[in-house]
């Protein structure tokens, strides 16, 4: 079979996983922050290497079928507010009140949109709503909106329509200098007013950091005469062409694609809870995997926010491997700012300054200088210890080891309370792992939370790249009935059918050769969900007094998945040992500790903490009363018996 590319873009390193229907080839490389589309073809030409045995580029891509990549960098930048100001137009002034119902609203409407608010009167006459409109425009801008979002009416009632054709005639899209607009009519029918808003501004936010870099990194893969286009990963599981998709739906998709790597090691070792704990360079990503379900949320939040889409119930906390470490009214603060990968932790060399858990870890001991990412560079001790001093140490009036001890303390407790609440009962909930960082610091937060099981996949390093592998190709669909009757139902049904047969036809495939699910959605007055059921062509709506109803098609076209094999019966043995590293335990006191290498390690095989586990670009730190066990597969599972 034609190979497929799987890619995860964080903050500080970009994932790179080919599989081939039988075997994988895999590596990591540094993101570049000023040009995404180089890091990106950065790891293809350094993972064809593992696939040919020397650099050949133009060969993987022109015997690959698709492209999936993923990004956290609309996370990111909605964590570090990395965005451009958002201008709002409405027709009532309740909304800005609405949009800030809660303290997560009213910080995050503070931060995107603040005072950059008109408010425009729709009962007035043409001419005066072509002049209000005007100076709304040209005040929103002098105030530093760049892009402008507009919410008018119920969003059914052609309001918008109306201010539209105002607005293009006024400032028309060919003009320098222009502003964007959305329309949020146009982006979703949802009839909850501020969610449909939310999701409009927040789009708007992460539009022009997807749109740079997506279409750069499609010219370029032309100029290589690659005819498939590239694909991107969504937040529903699915992938679509770029043109074909929405930068909202591009908000924590890389960890959705851890989520579909976890619920496979679920189903493979057959555990009912799985807390998957992702941890990036600027990010640490919670999910949850119930009997099998990946929890997802038909309305779902981000940062705590209603949005009008479906969305995994995923959380992110400003905690990763390159999240800076500084001290504030004399406590070890950890994140949520992050050095990124330019110039990234201090021990990187890249002019980085700032302490981050890396520098922590190096100095520990716990990370070998001389092989981090697989020897791909030689991290810089001095450096490190500069900016710990400078950071930590000396601001508490401690010295450097002292320092080390207690920011990996505050490093596990951050880390902890990021999934501490999704754990409804530590007893029955594994955590599994994985991210740059995430193994170096599973069992210390876990511990911190009460849970006793551990799982770090041996693909781990590159997790989340492996869990796009997973997904299909497709598009969904949602539609108000406006006249919620078997006709009206009908009318939307008709209308849904010819985008996704028009959209199918632009990803490549004939909808008849694709999977289609069609559903009712019914809704309370609060816009809560009272039902989701399959519906079929004629069939009646039957609604109560205040509740709406949507018709909902997915449309997907499959492509071949990855399965994990745990069969066969364990022999348990003592692990091989392949060398020893010294590691600091405490202020005082420094341990030498054996070093197992993961994938020169049999199924069953087994040992005691403390103890280093090097896989391939990644390290795990496996503390003192944690049980160490390789699975049939090549994964670690990791039992805390304290």
Same mark, same amino acid.
């Given at each position: ?339 990124? $990968? *330019?110039? #990234?932790? %201090? ?7 700032? =302490?981050?858990?890396?520098? @922590?870890?190096?100095? +520990? ?66 955590? $599994? *792992?994985? #991210?740059? %960082? ?7 937060? =876990?511990?911190?939370?009460? @849970?006793?099981?551990? +799982? ?187």
């Amino acid at each position: 079979m034609e190979r497929l590319i799987n890619i995860d873009n964080g903050g500080t390193l970009t994932d790179i996983c080919v599989w081939d229907g039988k075997d994988f080839a895999f590596t990591k490389t540094l993101t570049t922050p000023f040009d995404l589309s180089q890091c990106l073809f950065d790891g293809i030409t350094k993972v064809s290497a593992e696939v040919f045995g020397s650099p050949n580029l133009p060969d993987l891509l022109h015997t690959t079928k698709h492209i999936r990549y993923s990004t956290t960098q609309g996370t990111n930048a909605l964590v570090e507010r990395k965005g451009p100001m958002i201008g709002l137009i409405v027709d009532d002034a309740k909304v800005k009140n609405e949009l800030r119902s809660t303290d997560s609203e009213i910080t995050l409407f503070d931060d995107l949109v603040g005072t950059r608010v008109a408010v425009i009167d729709l009962s007035s006459n043409d001419t005066e709503l072509d002049a209000a409109l005007v100076r709304s425009v040209n005040q929103l801008t002098t105030d530093g909106a760049a892009r402008i979002v507009v919410a008018a009416g119920d969003g059914a009632d052609g309001a918008e329509r109306r201010l539209r054709r105002v607005l293009l005639r006024r400032f028309p899209r060919h003009l320098l200098g222009s502003v964007p607009m959305l329309y949020v009519s146009e982006f979703s029918t949802d009839r909850v007013r501020s969610r449909r808003i939310w999701s409009g501004i927040l789009n708007s936010f992460l539009h022009p950091t997807m749109e740079r870099f997506l279409y750069n990194a499609e010219d370029r893969l032309r100029e290589h005469r690659v005819k498939n286009p590239l694909l991107i990963y969504r937040n529903d599981g699915a992938s679509s062409r770029v043109a074909k998709s929405i930068a909202l739906k591009t908000y924590s998709s890389g960890p959705r694609g851890g989520l579909e790597g976890t619920r496979a090691l679920a189903d493979a070792y057959g555990l009912n809870h799985v807390l998957m704990v992702d941890v990036g360079g600027t990010t640490t990503d919670v999910g949850s995997v119930k009997d099998g379900e990946i929890l997802t949320d038909r309305r779902g939040t981000i940062s705590d926010i209603p949005v009008s889409f479906p969305m995994s119930d995923v959380h992110s906390s400003g905690v990763g491997g390159s999240s800076i470490i500084t001290v504030k009214d004399g406590v070890i603060v950890v994140g949520p700012e992050s050095v990124g $990968a *330019a110039p #990234g932790p %201090a021990c990187f060399g890249f002019g980085g300054t700032n =302490a981050t858990i890396t520098d @922590v870890n190096l100095l +520990l001991g716990v990370l070998d200088p001389d092989t981090y990412l697989d020897g791909g560079f030689t991290l810089d001790a001095d450096r490190a210890r500069a900016a710990i001093s400078a950071a930590v140490a000396e601001p508490l009036g401690i010295s450097v080891d002292e320092a080390l001890v207690a920011m990996e303390s505050a490093y596990f407790g951050r880390m902890a309370e990021a999934f501490s609440p999704r754990i409804d009962d530590p007893a029955s909930t594994t955590i $599994a *792992a994985f #991210g740059g %960082a995430g193994p170096m610091s599973a069992c210390g937060a =876990a511990r911190l939370a009460g @849970v006793k099981k551990v +799982l770090i996949p041996k693909l781990a390093a590159v997790f989340s790249a492996f869990g796009i592998g997973f997904s299909d190709i497709a598009q969904n669909y949602e539609l108000a009935l406006d006249e919620p009757t078997a006709d009206g139902a009908i009318r939307a049904y008709q209308q849904l059918l010819e985008r996704a047969e028009r959209d199918m036809f632009q990803e490549g495939y004939d909808l008849s050769t694709c999977q289609t699910e069609w559903k009712l959605l019914v809704e309370d007055d609060k816009g809560k969900a009272v039902s989701e059921i399959p519906y079929h062509r004629g069939d009646s709506v039957n609604l109560k007094k205040g509740q709406v109803a949507s018709l909902i098609l997915d449309a997907s076209y499959a492509l071949p998945h990855v399965s994990i094999d745990t069969g066969g019966t364990l022999k348990q043995s003592a692990a091989s040992v392949s060398g020893e590293r010294q590691i600091r335990s405490s202020a005082t006191q420094v341990d030498d500790v054996p070093v197992y290498t993961l994938v020169e390690q049999k199924p069953g095989a087994t040992a005691l903490g403390p103890a280093i586990v090097e896989g391939p670009f990644f390290t795990t730190r496996v503390l003192d009363g944690w049980r160490l066990d390789v699975s049939q597969a090549g994964d670690l599972i990791l039992t805390d018996t304290f």
